[in-house]
C-alpha cells in the first residue's frame, strides 16, 4: 500500500470510527475551511463562485438534512444550517462576501462550542433517554 493510500485509508477509518460528535466537528472544520476558501477566492474568480462556495454548502446541507429533530434543539440547528446555506449561495450568485462573515462566526461558534461540550462531557455517561447527538437522527 502506497502512501495515498494509507492515507485515504487512515480518513476512511476516521470517519467509521469517530464519535457524532466528532463526525460533526469534522463537518463544521471541513465547511469552515471551504467558507474561508471562498472568501479567499471569490474576488479573483467571479465566475466561479457557484463551485468555490459548493464544498461548503454541500456540507451545510447535508447537516441542515440529517440533524436529530427529535433532539430538543434540533429544528433550531436545522434552521441555523440553512441559514448559512441560504448565505453562502446568496453571496455565490451575488459574488460577494457580504454576509459570509456571518457563517464563519456561526461556524466558529459551532467548533468552540461543541469542543467544550466534549471536554466537558467526556466522563459523563449519557442518560438512557437522552438523544445521542442534536446533529445526526437515529
Known sequence: M??????????HDSVNTASPEQLALMLYRAALAGVEE??????????????LSKSAR??????ADNV?????????????????????????????????????????NLIAGLEGYQRANRVKPLKADEPLSINFAG
Open 38 to 51: 471562498f472568501q479567499a477566492k471569490i474576488a479573483q474568480e467571479p465566475e466561479r463562485g457557484l463551485d
Open 58 to 63: 454541500d456540507i451545510l446541507a447535508a447537516l
Open 2 to 11: 502506497d502512501v495515498h493510500e494509507q492515507v485515504n485509508q487512515y480518513k
Open 68 to 108: 436529530n429533530l427529535g433532539h430538543a434543539h434540533g429544528q433550531k440547528m436545522r434552521d441555523l444550517y440553512l441559514f448559512c446555506w441560504r448565505t453562502l449561495l446568496r453571496a455565490s450568485t451575488d459574488v460577494t462576501t457580504e454576509g459570509v462573515d456571518s457563517v464563519e462566526a456561526i461556524l466558529r
